[in-house]
C-alpha cells in the first residue's frame, strides 16, 4: 500500500509538472513540451501553417495516469538507496498510435530508467497525431517523477 501511494504521489506531481511545463511556453495548439511532427524520415516537420493534432493516450490524461499508476513499480534498488528524480522517456507514436524509439532523455538511474521504459513498452496504441487531417509520426516525451515521503 505504501509503494502505491509512493507512486500515486509521483504521478500527481507529474501530472502537475507536466501542465505547468506545456502551459508556460508551448504554443496553445501543443500540450507535450517535446512534441514534434516527424516525416516519414525522422526529420521534423517544421510548417508554421500546419494544422497539428498532437497524439494522445486512448481514454485521455486521467487514464494514461491511472495505467502508469497500475503498472509502476518504484525499483527496489532506487528506493533502498532514498534514490529520487524525474525520468523522462522519449518516444515515437507512428501513425497507426503504435510505439517506437523508446529511450531515455533525462535519466536517474537505479532501475528507474529501466522502469519508466518497461511502461512505455506495454502501453496500448495511443490516437495517433495528425497534420493537416491525415495521420503523422510525432516525438513525444513523458516525464515520471520518483520521490520517496
Not at 529520487?84 to 517506437?100: L, M, N, P, Y
Request: a positive charge; proline letters at 5%; aromatic letters at 10%.
Amino acid at each position: 500500500m505504501k509503494q502505491h501511494s509512493l507512486i500515486f504521489l509521483c504521478l500527481l506531481i507529474c501530472g502537475f509538472y507536466y501542465n505547468a511545463v506545456a502551459q508556460k511556453n508551448i504554443p496553445s495548439k501543443q500540450k507535450n513540451p517535446c512534441a514534434a511532427a516527424l516525416s516519414d524520415n525522422g526529420s521534423h516537420i517544421a510548417d508554421a501553417n500546419a494544422v497539428i493534432v498532437e497524439p494522445s493516450y486512448k481514454g485521455g490524461e486521467n487514464k494514461l495516469y491511472k495505467f502508469i499508476f497500475e503498472n509502476l513499480n518504484y525499483p527496489d534498488k532506487a528506493r533502498d538507496r532514498g534514490v529520487t528524480g524525474e525520468a523522462i522517456v522519449q518516444f515515437v507514436v507512428e501513425k497507426d498510435g503504435s510505439i517506437t524509439n523508446i529511450k531515455i532523455a533525462q535519466s536517474v538511474g537505479y532501475g528507474i530508467d529501466e522502469e519508466c521504459i518497461r511502461v512505455v513498452q506495454k502501453m496500448p496504441r495511443w490516437k495517433p497525431g495528425t497534420v493537416n487531417g491525415k495521420p503523422a509520426r510525432f516525438q513525444y516525451c513523458l516525464p515520471f517523477k520518483f520521490e520517496l515521503q
